[in-house]
């Protein structure tokens, strides 16, 4: 089956840091990629969708300057949180699925939790 | 606004009970219906519905859709405490869209 790997598992680190999260697809090619956050005991909320060689859709309320999302191929990509505040503690999980027209299921990464200091 | 909303919100059964968790939706275009379980990590994927009518199974786990209704149930039979996890519904809303609109979730606990 599809397999989506996410990368790093765990982040801790200092306030004022920007922390780079790669999500690939590995064995299949995926032109949108997605971007969730969840906060303990709630569901995940989409951030963004990545579309490979373009810029991201971000929805409502996400900063596009503090979440930098790049899609350079299609299985390949990454959200960066730049200069990190404890507020931005969450787990962070990426989805994809096959270039099938939304025919095929989503799979998710693993998922990255951040904490900040 | 699409709207998928879960019941219930937490369960609390014992090992061998069976359970039906519950899902219902409202979207303006309607592709598919997704059933996840999420433990510790991210979601994994269960089932995948597109047609009313026609169950899905795998093991001691169901799902059936009714698109007339717009409501989707998950089945576990025989319950086991590995059962134990979120589950996750979510829609897809519309042909040539990968985009989801997921639910709340149902925290099942299985006690011994």
């Known amino acids: 089956g599809a397999v989506v790997s996410q990368h790093p598992s765990r982040v801790i680190c200092k306030s004022g840091t920007s922390v780079k999260i790669e999500c690939r697809s590995l064995?299949?090619?995926?032109?949108?990629m997605f971007w969730y956050r969840q906060f303990p005991k709630q569901s995940l909320m989409l951030m963004a969708t990545s579309n490979e060689g373009s810029k991201a859709t971000y929805e409502q309320g996400v900063e596009k300057d503090k979440f930098l999302i790049n899609h350079a191929s299609l299985t390949l990509s990454t959200l960066t949180v730049t200069s990190a505040h404890p507020e931005d503690s969450s787990f962070y999980i990426c989805?994809?699925?096959?270039?099938?027209?939304?025919?095929?299921?989503?799979?998710f990464g693993d998922g990255t939790r951040l904490s900040i200091l | 606004e699409d709207k998928v909303v879960q019941s219930p919100l937490s369960l609390v059964v014992h090992e061998g009970d069976t359970v039906t968790l519950n899902c219902s939706y409202e979207v303006t275009n309607f592709r598919s219906l997704l059933w996840y379980k999420q433990e510790k990590k991210a979601p994994t994927f269960l089932f995948m519905l597109?047609?009313?009518?026609i169950e899905k199974k795998s093991g001691r786990l169901s799902s059936i859709l009714d698109k007339k209704e717009l409501f989707s149930i998950l089945n576990i039979t025989a319950t086991q405490t590995g059962d134990s996890a979120v589950y996750l519904c979510?829609?897809?809303?519309?042909?040539?869209?990968?985009?989801?609109?997921f639910g709340k979730g149902t925290k099942l606990s299985v006690i011994p």
């Open positions: 597109t047609s009313s009518g």
């Open positions: 989805s994809a699925s096959e270039n099938t027209g939304g025919g095929q299921p989503q799979h």
């Open positions: 979510a829609v897809v809303p519309g042909a040539g869209s990968y985009q989801l609109t």
């Open positions: 064995d299949f090619q995926a032109t949108t």
